[in-house]
């Protein structure tokens, strides 16, 4: 039983690339966020798709998208990487109750 | 103002100490709380899960909660070198399912 399957693990990237960060799980969770942590700051939501076919912003979804590809599948997409996207970015997933969150092994980006 | 505010840290005690970690909310609709701990380049984990106030306990460790004060804790006895990591409190209001996490508290148990 895998979790939460997060890649890339590392990246780096130009200024003005785009990627997409791949999560999925393998729980039948229906809800799945994506979170960025930087020092100081703490987990902050970037977006959160509560079910499969629905997505909602978060705390801090500016330079983001996302796509709820499946009920297994939720993707990050950065249009035009900046250096204020360097993090930690962490996909999670979490059961109907809600009361347990499952956290992928994080995926670190650098933009130069 | 911060909806969990969490002292960030760092935090360092010697082996066998009894730890406090703590973090203060003002939103009242959370009532799902919970702890996780999370070790250098890994994901957060989940350590400790409760929804009313009072103590729960689980091994070396109680998550403490009093609603009245917006207040929770969680305490670690006999700490262990391998219980270095930051621990991250996290809270979750019924029915809606975003959690708000504190931004954690870097504990270093020392031998």
């Known amino acids: 039983n895998a979790g939460v399957t997060q890649t890339p693990k590392f990246q780096v990237l130009k200024t003005g690339q785009s990627m997409t960060l791949q999560c999925a799980q393998d729980m039948n969770h229906n809800s799945m966020y994506w979170y960025r942590q930087d020092p100081g700051m703490g987990l902050r939501l970037i977006y959160y798709s509560a079910s499969e076919g629905t997505t909602d912003k978060g705390e801090v979804p500016n330079g983001y998208n996302v796509s709820r590809l499946n009920k297994r599948e939720f993707s990050l997409r950065l249009e035009s990487a900046a250096p204020s996207q360097t993090s930690v970015y962490f996909c999670?997933?979490?059961?109907?109750?809600?009361?347990?969150?499952?956290f992928g092994e994080g995926s670190w980006l650098t933009v130069v | 103002q911060k909806e969990v505010e969490q002292d960030p840290g760092p935090l360092s005690v010697p082996e066998g100490a009894i730890v406090s970690l703590n973090c203060t909310y003002s939103n009242s609709a959370f009532q799902y709380f919970m702890w996780y701990r999370q070790y250098s380049r890994k994901g957060p984990e989940l350590l400790m899960y409760t929804y009313s106030s009072g103590n729960k306990e689980d091994g070396r460790f109680t998550a403490q909660v009093d609603k009245s004060s917006k207040y929770i804790s969680l305490f670690i006895r006999d700490s262990q070198p391998s219980d270095s990591a930051t621990y991250l409190c996290?809270?979750?209001?019924?029915?809606?399912?975003?959690?708000?996490f504190g931004t954690g508290t870097k504990l270093q148990v020392i031998p």
């Open positions: 996290a809270m979750l209001s019924g029915g809606y399912q975003k959690v708000t």
């Open positions: 999670a997933s979490v059961e109907y109750s809600g009361n347990t969150i499952y």
